[in-house]
């Protein structure tokens, strides 16, 4: 039977399990990405295992995320255990300032047939290229530069069958909003979303990747392009052209669904808050006021992104809104110097937007917090509530188009209004300077690595005990994100002191969380759907374990979360009848007995309600795997006892 491109990736690199879908597979990463905010926790485990140099084909530790360095050393000093910890362990270290990490990665590293697992959740945009991408905790991560497999739920493909050609005004982001309202944040869990039809070929590699960059807004395992004709050219205009491999589905691949998308009928569209999926055309919101408009991130920051916005500006001889800050991150330092060396850099000045480094910036809550009850237009990925750092800050997520509609206009405008529309053509030649990329050292013996202050060691898990007691210490929602539960801006310099940043956890909801799961000696955490989405921090597990908490119950999970939270010890179990959710408040004594039988059987565990008296039912569809891994308090332990 033939084969979808998602298939070819997975079946290539299995190393055990069955290929069948809902079955746990182990597959080999051929490279490995991490970033600052998750880079520092990943290497400290990468260390505790004791492997002398990483065993992937290239691993890259990016600087992305707190590149200001401002307010005291931390991050400086996380940067610099970072630069040396890779020179020692045979890491390529990508500086601050050479770009964010998937579109440097998708421009200088990404290999089209390879296997990529990143500490961020953003790495499925490198599936722009047909690469397998896959987001995972930092632990995951380390276990992969230590020559370890990656262990997923084998998916199901879902489809998304493009069709003709994008009209004027509307671009790729306009294709992920419309499958955002499809299909909801949660409607991509345990899918590959896989690309076909006719429309591929009218997508640009950077258009692709923001297609696949946004897929991890709907919780899917990963997104993939295949790589074709006009991944060649991209690859060749990189210098590259020699990673190149044709990839593409067998003509009888079977999908598990299919979604039609007419590219030439889809409008600009935007997101509204609090969610990625509230989306709208356009013209549904037209004249609201903005007071903010901030153009960059992973999704949106390449040379085609900044160049539309560029041109409008200069074409119509515009200048940003009075009323309008205006902000403009490139993705990379190649789209920097690119665009400073073309004059597009120049008119973006001219016009008024203020131009930040190319980093993540604003987007991960450093920078750009918008006025009280402000609206903020961002070309970025997540618009949950709070991350901008403006608790009522109301942030809509666009294409850069109709940012920049909004920031000339002072209110939403359809793009489409602007008139003759710029295509930017892809260049055939991109500027090709990889010297702020600082290959490892020759001689690793030579190399110590610099820890300042900080860097705190990781904190123990200890193994699961046959029964667990406690409180319920929160109740929640659906939809919580992991930056509610360990949220980014100002906590990001605390990423490798587990102590403090562990005062961060619920602080938007509870200030109080952590002194009360300290005095209570820990306890549960009650989730609704899709609970952890988002961010694929590794603190949203590890700071709730430093607090003692013992058990997540939900009515759901995201993928990544769940797994960091069994990397982490802590058991994530989900109801056997949603409507029991109801039943359990804020501060219920809860007590799960006889865990060990019932994790091994893969049997329900009973869930006491020692406040109401009353019983219902818990599951966990535990992998054998996972039950090991839980019942030895987490990964670390589990494979130090496997002597892995
Ligand atoms: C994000 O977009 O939320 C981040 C910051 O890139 C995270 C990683 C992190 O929390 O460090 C992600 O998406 O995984
Ligand atoms: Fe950085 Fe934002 Fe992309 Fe996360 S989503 S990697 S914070 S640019």
Redesign the pocket.
């Known amino acids: 039977m033939g084969k979808n491109v998602a298939q070819k990736l997975i079946d290539g690199h299995l190393v055990s399990g069955e290929p069948r879908q809902g079955a746990e597979v182990n597959i080999t990463i051929d490279q490995t990405i991490t970033?600052?905010?998750?880079g520092t926790m990943a290497y400290l485990q990468f260390e505790a295992m004791g492997v002398p140099k990483v065993k992937t084909k290239l691993s890259v530790s990016y600087v992305d995320?707190n590149t200001l360095q401002y307010g005291g050393f931390e991050n400086a000093d996380d940067h610099r255990f970072l630069q040396t910890l890779a020179s020692k362990y045979g890491i390529y270290f990508s500086r601050p300032g050479n770009g964010i990490c998937h579109q440097v990665h998708l421009e200088r590293f990404g290999v089209p047939g390879q296997t990529l697992l990143?500490?961020?959740?953003?790495?499925p945009t490198c599936g722009g290229i047909g690469m397998l991408a896959i987001?995972a905790g930092g632990l995951d991560v380390a276990v992969a530069m230590g020559g370890g497999p990656f262990s997923l739920t084998y998916p199901k493909v879902t489809l998304v069958r493009l069709k003709g050609k994008l009209k004027p005004w509307v671009s790729a982001k306009d294709v992920i909003l419309e499958i955002l309202r499809k299909m909801t944040v949660k409607g991509g869990v345990g899918k590959v979303i896989e690309y076909g039809g006719d429309g591929v070929k009218s997508l640009s590699v950077p258009e692709r990747a923001t297609i696949t960059n946004m897929g991890?807004e709907l919780g899917a395992t990963t997104s993939v392009f295949p790589s074709d004709g006009v991944t060649k050219e991209f690859l060749k205009a990189q210098d590259r052209e020699n990673v190149w491999v044709e990839l593409k589905a067998d003509d009888d691949a079977k999908y598990d669904e299919t979604i039609e998308i007419d590219l030439a009928k889809l409008e600009p569209m935007i997101a509204k808050p609090h969610m990625p999926d509230v989306v709208c055309k356009v013209s549904e919101i037209e004249g609201m006021k903005v007071d903010q408009v901030c153009v960059g991130?992973?999704t949106n920051s390449s040379f085609r992104d900044m160049m539309v916005v560029s041109e409008v500006l200069k074409k119509g001889g515009f200048k940003v809104h009075p009323e309008v800050s205006m902000t403009v991150s490139p993705g990379s330092k190649q789209v920097l110097d690119m665009l400073s060396l073309n004059k597009g850099l120049a008119h973006l000045i001219e016009a008024g937007a203020r131009i930040l480094e190319a980093a993540?910036g604003p987007?991960?809550g450093n920078g750009q917090s918008p006025p009280s009850a402000g609206v903020s237009l961002r070309t970025?990925?997540?618009n949950f509530e709070g991350?901008s750092g403006t608790k009522d800050g109301k942030v809509f997520l666009c294409s850069p188009e109709v940012a920049v509609a909004a920031a000339i206009y002072g209110v939403i405008t359809d793009p489409r209004k602007l008139g003759k529309y710029p295509k930017v053509k892809m260049p055939a030649k991109f500027l090709v300077d990889d010297s702020m990329v600082v290959p490892p050292a020759k001689d690793p013996s030579k190399v110590t690595i610099t820890r300042g202050p900080n860097i705190k060691e990781l904190p123990k898990a200890h193994a699961l005990p046959d029964g667990l007691k406690g409180k319920v210490l929160i109740k929640l929602g659906d939809n919580i994100?992991?930056?509610h539960i360990?949220p980014?801006g100002t906590w990001?310099k605390y990423?490798s002191n587990v102590p403090k940043y562990s005062e961060s956890v619920f602080s938007a909801i509870d200030p109080k969380f952590h002194e009360k799961a300290k005095a209570a000696g820990g306890g549960f955490v009650l989730g609704g759907e899709n609970y952890g989405q988002?961010?694929?921090?590794e603190?949203?597990a590890l700071c709730p374990m430093y607090l003692g908490i013992k058990a997540v119950i939900a009515k759901s999970f995201a993928r990544?979360h769940k797994d960091n939270l069994v990397n982490f010890g802590i058991l994530p179990l989900t109801f056997e009848n949603s409507a029991d959710y109801d039943a359990v408040a804020d501060g219920d004594e809860l007590e799960l007995a006889g865990l060990k039988p019932a994790l091994s059987s893969g049997g329900p565990v009973t869930l006491r309600n020692v406040t109401k008296g009353k019983d219902c039912k818990v599951k966990h569809g535990f992998s054998p795997r996972q039950v090991e891994t839980i019942l030895a308090g987490g990964t670390l332990n589990y494979t130090t006892m496997k002597g892995r």
């Open positions: 970033q600052d905010a998750t995320h990143g500490s961020d959740s953003h790495t987001g991890a991130s992973c993540c987007c991960i970025f990925n997540r991350r994100t992991t930056d360990t980014a990001l990423r988002g961010s694929s921090r603190h949203a990544i």
